[in-house]
C-alpha cells in the first residue's frame, strides 16, 4: 500500500528554520518526481517545489526560491525540505506529493496528509 | 505566463449532477490538467488528468460517476449523481516544463 507520511513541523519565528521529511512506502521516490504543496489557512493550494526522479533536478516557486531547499535520500525512500528565513506567509499546512512517472514536472497522483507549520513571535 | 481559472463556487442537490469547469489561458490552451479534491478538514485526493482530446487517467478508487472532459481551452469534471460526501473543494492543476500551478479552487455545496 502507497503511503507517504510527513513531519517536522512545528511552530517557529520569523526568521527561523525548519526541515520537513515525507517518508515514502509501497513505490520508490527515486521513480517518480517528488513535490512540495501548501496551504495556507482558509486559502488555496500552492505548488513549493519539486524535484524530478531522475537526476534530481529541483524547481521551485519564485516565492520560496533561495529560502527553500529541497533534497531526496534514495537510501532511506523520503524527501526533505530545508526551510531558512521563514516568514509569516510561509504559515501553512504542506503536503509532499507524489508526480505521476513520465516527465521532470507532471500531474500528482498521490498526496500526503500534510504537515504544519505555524511562523508566528 | 500558465494560468488555470475556475469559478469560485457552485451548489447542486443530492442527485443531480454538476460540472465544473477549468479555463487555460489562451497561450497554453492544449495542456492537460488534473482535477483534485479537498473535502472538509482533509487532504487533497488526485481524481483524474485530462488531456485537450478529452481522454482522461483517474486515480485509484474514483468512482464512476465522476468523468472528464474537454473543449478548447476548458477542461471539465462532471459529477453524476451528487451525494453528499461530494461537497469539497475542487482544484485544477496544470503544469510548464518548470513549474506547476493550480487554480484557485471550485467550493462545491451539495443542497
Known amino acids: 500500500e502507497m503511503q507517504v507520511l510527513e513531519s517536522g513541523g512545528a511552530s517557529v519565528q520569523p526568521g527561523g528554520s525548519l526541515r520537513l521529511s515525507c517518508a515514502a512506502s509501497?513505490?520508490?521516490?527515486?521513480?517518480?518526481?517528488m513535490n512540495w504543496v501548501r496551504q495556507a489557512p482558509g486559502k488555496g493550494l500552492e505548488w513549493v517545489s519539486t524535484?524530478?526522479?531522475?537526476?534530481?533536478?529541483?524547481y521551485y516557486a519564485a516565492s520560496v526560491s533561495g529560502r527553500f531547499t529541497l533534497s531526496r535520500d534514495n537510501s532511506q525512500n523520503t524527501l526533505l525540505l530545508q526551510l531558512i528565513s521563514l516568514r509569516p506567509e510561509d504559515a501553512a499546512i504542506y503536503y509532499c506529493?507524489?508526480?505521476?512517472?513520465?516527465?521532470?514536472?507532471?500531474?500528482?497522483?498521490?498526496w500526503g496528509q500534510g504537515t504544519q507549520v505555524t511562523v508566528s513571535s | 505566463q500558465l494560468v488555470v481559472t475556475q469559478s469560485p463556487s457552485v451548489s447542486a442537490s443530492v442527485g443531480a449532477s454538476v460540472k465544473l469547469t477549468c479555463t487555460l489561458d489562451?497561450?497554453?490552451?492544449?495542456?492537460?490538467i488534473a482535477w483534485h479534491q479537498q473535502q472538509p478538514e482533509k487532504g487533497p485526493r488526485y481524481l483524474m488528468k485530462?488531456?485537450?482530446?478529452?481522454?482522461?487517467t483517474k486515480g485509484d478508487g474514483i468512482p464512476d460517476r465522476f468523468s472528464g472532459s474537454s473543449s478548447g481551452a476548458e477542461r471539465y469534471l462532471t459529477i453524476s449523481s451528487l451525494q453528499s460526501e461530494d461537497e469539497a473543494d475542487y482544484y485544477c492543476?496544470?503544469?510548464?516544463?518548470?513549474?506547476?500551478?493550480f487554480g484557485g479552487g471550485t467550493s462545491l455545496t451539495v443542497l
Open positions: 509501497g513505490f520508490s521516490v527515486s521513480d517518480h518526481a
Open positions: 524535484i524530478a526522479g531522475s537526476g534530481g533536478r529541483t
Open positions: 492543476q496544470t503544469w510548464d516544463r518548470d513549474s506547476v500551478v
Open positions: 506529493v507524489r508526480s505521476s512517472p513520465g516527465r521532470n514536472i507532471y500531474y500528482f497522483d498521490f
Open positions: 489562451s497561450g497554453h490552451s492544449s495542456y492537460a
Open positions: 485530462i488531456s485537450s482530446d478529452g481522454g482522461h
